[in-house]
């Protein structure tokens, strides 16, 4: 990712989103890693500060962001800056299409921000390659929570052929 300063960002706000960012970076990258990035990384969660309004998934390379809030979709334009400065994404796609947003009075959304991609990312999650799709896969495109359900069955199937029909998008 880039190194960037406070000084590039040097609002109270942005610190907090880098902050935020930094750590989580940190969090979440795998020990022994060549990379310092893995590739999936759940980045910008919010509910620890309360606020479950914004989530940020990085793929490999694509960035899949979703607003949920009236508040946190006035200052989209400003967190997907510092996003972009920091961890210089191929693609971004909003999937901000959760009927919650209704409720706030604001229309579901999903699309591209900047230019159109491949939507297919592959990852890889405990030594297995999967395909996430970040445009009509599960909310921000895969089933994250689900990593230690696959992990342990892969210890009992290894070797063998599964079919996955509740872990995967």
């Known amino acids: 990712f880039n190194l960037i300063s ?10 907090i989103i880098l902050y935020l960012l930094f750590i989580a970076i ?3 990258s795998p020990i022994g890693s060549n990379s310092p990035i893995p590739s999936i990384l759940i980045f910008v969660q919010f509910k620890a ?8 998934f990085l793929y ?9 809030s009236y ?11 510092i996003l972009i400065e920091v961890l210089n994404p191929v693609g971004i796609y909003e999937r901000s299409d959760a009927k919650v947003r209704e409720q706030e009075g604001m229309e579901r959304y999903k699309g591209f921000i900047g230019e159109p991609f491949d939507t297919n990312v592959e990852i890889i999650e405990n030594g297995v390659k999967y395909i996430v ?9 895969f089933f994250l929570d689900q990593k230690n359900n696959r992990a342990a069955i892969h210890k009992i199937c290894s070797g063998k052929k599964v079919l996955d029909c509740f872990t995967h998008t």
């Open 26 to 28: 940190i969090f979440f």
């Open 6 to 15: 406070l000084e590039t960002f040097p609002d109270e706000f942005s610190a």
């Open 133 to 141: 799709d970040v445009k009509d896969g599960q909310k921000t495109g």
């Open 71 to 81: 508040g946190m979709d006035k200052i989209k334009n400003d967190i997907v800056k």
């Open 49 to 56: 500060f309360h606020c479950n309004s914004i989530s940020s």
């Open 60 to 68: 490999a390379d694509i960035l899949s962001v979703q607003f949920l």
